[in-house]
């Protein structure tokens, strides 16, 4: 599948590795104005090019009641506004369109999906998955949604160590695999416990997975603080230290 990266051998991993700074300085997890995010798009776009991101993603919340939310003719305005500033910024940095969907059945309303809309952006979040506190839903019943997703799907911010702490990580790894689902690393102090992002707490979970071709992305959930379009140095730095850079998404964005 496309979404996938291809298998590369040990030897080939180490000599990639000096090339990889440019395509992990990312945040593709941003809200703006067209949902409950405080800044316009272009002001995430430029914040992102003066601290010298390479990719930025602006993903807005679509269909979901539990805060200000894109509904089917907002996120047509809104992929035209995407495709507007990503060829107006070109030149600067590679501006990515996503969405990120409540995978909870209660506040997202799955059967109003507009799919064609879904298939033109560049990625799709689904929050909250596997999240028994914020009743998301499982990760075997998002597969049926996922499959009618044509482009990159991920789990934004999730807590793998307690979301799937019953679940063996190989055979998790091995489901995320065959259905291309990535993996945010999310360093926002939002999606922390213990002053410690998510990830670190799935340290044996991230280690399996830079042995797979599950891809992971950089995001920091960005909504009040326009400072946080830059707060990905501790991704940067896990993304390193397990060796996760030949999983990353933007080698197939
Ligand atoms: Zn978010």
Avoid at 76 to 99: H, P, Q, W
Avoid at 176 to 189: A, K, M, Q, W, Y
Wanted: hydrophobic share 40%.
């Amino acid at each position: 599948m496309e979404r996938m990266i291809p298998y590369t051998s040990e030897e080939e991993r180490l000599a990639q590795r000096m090339g990889y700074e440019e395509i992990i300085k990312m945040n593709l997890h941003n809200h703006s104005t067209f949902s409950d995010g405080m800044f316009a798009p272009e002001a995430i776009i430029r914040k992102a090019i003066s601290l010298g991101l390479n990719y930025v993603g602006i993903t807005d919340h679509y269909l979901t009641r539990k805060v200000r939310s894109m509904d089917n003719y907002a996120l047509e305005r809104y992929i035209d506004a995407m495709t507007e500033f990503r060829d107006k910024y070109s030149r600067d940095i590679r501006v990515l369109a996503g969405v990120e969907i409540d995978a909870s059945r209660e506040r997202t309303n799955f059967d109003d999906m507009r799919y064609d809309l879904l298939n033109s952006l560049d990625y799709v979040l689904f929050e909250y998955v596997n999240d028994d506190l914020w009743e998301g839903m499982h990760l075997w019943e998002l597969f049926d949604i996922v499959r009618k997703i044509e482009v990159p799907c991920g789990l934004a911010h999730n807590d793998i160590s307690r979301n799937f702490r019953e679940i063996d990580y190989d055979a998790l790894l091995n489901v995320l695999e065959d259905n291309g689902i990535f993996v945010e690393l999310s360093s926002s102090p939002r999606n922390s416990k213990f002053s410690r992002p998510y990830y670190r707490f799935a340290m044996d979970f991230f280690t399996r997975l830079a042995k797979t071709r599950v891809l992971v992305s950089v995001g920091t959930d960005t909504h009040t603080n326009i400072d946080e379009v830059g707060d990905i140095s501790d991704a940067v730095a896990f993304v390193e230290e397990i060796g996760l850079e030949n999983n990353l998404i933007t080698r197939v964005l």
